[in-house]
């Protein structure tokens, strides 16, 4: 496992496509135990696709005590939470079911709804779980996500509207590309968190990648840049990429 640190971002590359999803879930555990060490409870917001399947499971088959932790999304197609097209569903089926994840900590999109409807019961669920007051933002501690080939993450893609929203906490969006609804936290909650751990695997990785990390900062053009860097000290680290050799082989 390659490793190299710069201003607060840790960039941790695999051999395979497997090996970067289990250092993510080692991340991910490791900034969530330490958390607990001096709070009641710590939270995660998780994304889909279908590279976290061998993150889920590694995270699954650990011991760690599950009960102190509240699990949300970070986006969710407007489905039911049956379809296999559900980030919930893929998540219940490798992570939450086998690592017995108590179901009261679950705070699950609502996808069966009308996406309008379904962000605003979200909204109220963080913000209840939160406590905050009109206009606050959440801070979670561990946000995990994924990013697209064109640069996109959560349901933010290029030339998104909602990319300029500081305000909110959770949109309706439409992707025209897939013809379909999305329910997504948006950027003032991304920038909030207090770890970012995104996944990154396969080839069709390497040009999004080398663009977020190089290219000038342009959200609206590449959406992942969102949270990706630093500006407080270097030896802070809250940023974690967790790569294989693939997707990494134009940043080297």
Request: charged share 20%; net charge negative; with cysteine.
């Amino acid at each position: 496992m390659g490793m190299v640190t710069s201003f607060g971002v840790l960039a941790l590359i695999g051999e395979n496509a497997t090996v970067a999803a289990e250092a993510c879930a080692g991340q991910i555990l490791k900034f969530l135990q330490g958390a607990l060490a001096g709070q009641p409870h710590a939270t995660l917001a998780v994304s889909g696709g279908t590279s976290p399947k061998p993150m889920f499971a590694e995270m699954a088959k650990s011991s760690f005590d599950w009960s102190r932790v509240h699990l949300f999304w970070v986006d969710e197609r407007s489905v039911p939470p049956t379809d296999l097209q559900s980030n919930y569903k893929l998540a219940k089926d490798n992570f939450i079911d086998p690592a017995h994840f108590p179901p009261t900590n679950v705070h699950r999109v609502h996808g069966e709804l009308p996406p309008q409807e379904a962000a605003k019961l979200y909204d109220q669920d963080i913000r209840t779980f939160f406590q905050l007051a009109d206009g606050a933002v959440p801070r979670f501690d561990v946000i995990h996500r994924g990013i697209g080939p064109d640069a996109h993450t959560a349901s933010l893609f290029p030339g998104e509207p909602l990319i300029d929203d500081h305000k909110n906490r959770v949109g309706a969006v439409y992707v025209e590309r897939f013809h379909q609804w999305r329910v997504t936290l948006l950027p003032a909650v991304l920038e909030a968190a207090r770890l970012t751990v995104t996944l990154a695997t396969g080839d069709d990785k390497a040009e999004p990648l080398r663009a977020v990390m190089r290219d000038p900062y342009d959200p609206k053009k590449y959406p992942a840049q969102i949270a990706t860097r630093e500006e407080g000290e270097p030896e802070a680290v809250s940023t974690v990429w967790c790569l294989d050799k693939a997707a990494a082989r134009l940043i080297g």
